[in-house]
């Protein structure tokens, strides 16, 4: 991974192999960083985790990004080595609508991930959908 070449699902997934996990396919939900020297976390989801988690080891999506939140910065810094990774994938009786979000929403709320800027989810429904609150 801090090699120049892109990690890709590949990559990840032989990471993953024996954990019996691969994020190939569109698979919704939640991931961790922790910051091993620090132990500062990270939560984040997505409705489909191998694009999701590739765009963290793009070093042209990082770099791209560069200077935003607190995450990114730390990773440039410290590299990828210094931060452990843990993926949720969610049941697929539980991946579809926005469960992964929920989900996410529930660990923003712990004072642990303090490498979060945003203490709220960005349900992005597009759709004109109200998440919350009367129709």
Do not use: W
């Not at 990840?12 to 961790?32: A, D, E, H, T």
């Not at 560069?66 to 730390?74: D, E, F, H, I, Q």
């Amino acid at each position: 991974m801090e090699s120049d070449n892109p990690t890709t699902s590949e990559v990840i997934n032989s990471l993953l192999f024996n954990q019996n996990i691969s994020i190939r396919l569109r698979f919704p939900g939640v991931y961790f960083f922790a910051h091993i020297p620090s132990g500062m976390k990270y939560v984040g989801s997505s409705n489909s985790l191998s694009r999701r988690l590739s765009s963290y080891f793009n070093l042209h999506d990082v770099f791209y990004n560069r200077g935003t939140g607190l995450l990114l910065p730390l990773m440039q810094k410290d590299g990828f080595s210094a931060f452990t990774l843990e993926i949720f994938v969610m049941p697929p009786k539980f991946s579809s609508e926005y469960y992964y979000c929920f989900l996410e929403q529930y660990f923003l709320l712990d004072k642990k991930f303090n490498l979060n800027t945003h203490r709220i989810v960005n349900f992005s429904t597009g759709q004109g959908i109200k998440i919350f609150g009367n129709g």
